[in-house]
């Protein structure tokens, strides 16, 4: 008969206790230790014993196919060039946010030859179908089921034997051996791990729709992000209509690729060309405002960085950044106070980027940095000026990576400057034309006299 026992789990790394403390010993974290009852079976369970089957890797050699295109380049694209045959992809994002409306719109590619299988745990069948039809999607090949036992949905998977098996989502499936709620670390947990090894075991490919917590990380421990092959989240604002799908982990492809997709009444519509959609309703002739190239994986991207600094009426001056590192920002302000002399003690500033798109990379900080010296002066620096470069804490701007991919970017988006590291000018070959003036900065009092000596040429041609 089976035995039920009550543990305290860590809802941070899953560690197991037998009895509730303050803290977990094993990740360091404070009150993430939850109650749990897991069920023992209990007798004695004869373990197998065999030999250990090895196969030489250069012997090895796959005939087939081990990729399928889902009908969405953006999304083939983080990827790393379509699903691959017998992974596990956990696709997780805010309420709303477009998930299940991703996995239904490319199931109509992927049922085209193949079998598909749709499972919900969170709707009927007839909310599925109407989903459907309101998406477009209808392909002989796909299969729908409202069930949420793991074992169940397991046992169909082997009879059936589908390409590919969509759950939506691990936190409503549960196993009946295990006396907890679905949603619960245990329940994920384990559900996460039998649909690994039915994936791995039957070379199905298997997507896994998961929540996230309020503190935004994916709901469940975080082993269960270990489990899975691939991690993608979808970003944005709710409030918006585009979303940013990003990788988080991939064991077969790149973590640094996003894609972009604008949501519309009859779903999810790729973005291809991201920077123009970023850059549209830019204002013209405004201070504050510079153009970042940054670089997403493979894809260089134009950015709008606003910035706003106005007089405080407190102490302490605010500081406000959204989409950009706000500690990053403490340092860029300190940075300009040593080595270029601005002052903003009494000011509060605000940083936003435009279009929900949320930048880390080092090369951005020139644009910042003359973002908010535009504010501070109140000067534009010109709506045809694209800059990037890294801002090291002596004033010095460091050379940044793929300079001729950013500088075509502005280029075909209709710059006609960039201000780019003067290290980096080397990188540039020097018999290609790229259409578009370069001016190379070696520190930022130097990028300042490059935005003055601009201002002086446009307003001579005025």
Avoid at 325 to 339: G, I, P, Q
Wanted: proline residues 3%; contains cysteine.
């Amino acid at each position: 008969m089976a035995k039920a026992k009550t543990v305290y789990i860590c809802s941070e790394c899953g560690q197991q206790y037998p009895k509730w403390a303050g803290r977990c010993n094993a990740c360091g974290a404070w009150n993430t230790l939850e109650e749990e009852v897991v069920v023992k079976k209990s007798g004695t369970s004869s373990v197998k014993v065999g030999n250990l089957k090895l196969s030489s890797i250069n012997s090895m050699s796959f005939k087939d196919e081990t990729r399928y295109p889902t009908g969405m380049g953006e999304l083939d694209r983080v990827l790393g060039g379509g699903l691959v045959k017998g992974s596990l992809v956990l696709l997780s994002g805010d309420p709303g946010i477009g998930k299940s409306t991703l996995l239904l719109q490319i199931c109509s590619c992927l049922a085209d030859g193949k079998k598909v299988l749709y499972i919900s745990g969170e709707e009927s069948e007839r909310q599925i179908k109407l989903r459907a039809d309101r998406l477009g999607v209808s392909a002989d090949g796909l299969y729908i089921s409202a069930c949420t036992d793991c074992d169940t949905i397991i046992e169909g998977v082997r009879a059936e034997k589908p390409d590919v098996v969509i759950i939506d989502s691990i936190q409503t499936m549960q196993m009946t051996e295990i006396q907890s709620v679905p949603g619960s670390l245990v329940q994920v947990r384990e559900c996460t791990n039998a649909f690994m090894q039915m994936a791995k075991s039957l070379d199905i490919s298997v997507f896994l729709v998961g929540h996230v917590n309020k503190d935004g990380g994916i709901a469940g421990p975080k082993v269960l992000e270990h489990i899975v092959d691939t991690v993608l989240y979808f970003e944005g604002d709710k409030q918006l209509s585009y979303r940013i799908l990003r990788a988080v982990k991939n064991r077969f492809g790149s973590t640094n690729e996003i894609g972009v997709f604008e949501m519309r009444d009859r779903g999810l519509f790729e973005v291809e060309n991201p920077s123009a959609m970023l850059l549209s309703g830019r204002p013209a002739g405004v201070s504050g405002i510079t153009v970042l190239c940054t670089m997403e994986g493979s894809r260089p991207i134009l950015a709008e960085v606003q910035a706003l600094v106005s007089k405080t009426g407190f102490s302490a001056p605010r500081r406000v950044s959204a989409g950009f590192d706000y500690n990053r920002l403490c340092v860029l302000l300190a940075v300009l106070e040593k080595r270029a002399g601005l002052l903003f003690g009494a000011y509060d500033v605000y940083i936003n980027i435009i279009g929900g798109l949320k930048i880390d990379e080092p090369a951005s900080d020139l644009a910042i940095a003359l973002a908010l010296y535009s504010g501070l002066q109140d000067k534009d620096i010109g709506d045809d000026v694209a800059v990037f470069g890294e801002l090291g804490l002596g004033g010095e701007i460091r050379a940044v990576s793929h300079i001729r991919q950013r500088v075509r970017e502005a280029a075909r988006m209709g710059f006609e400057k960039c201000i780019v590291p003067k290290s980096s000018l080397k990188d540039l070959d020097k018999s290609e034309n790229y259409g578009i003036s370069i001016y190379g900065a070696a520190n930022i009092k130097q990028a300042f006299s490059v935005i003055e000596a601009i201002s002086k040429v446009d307003e001579k041609k005025e």
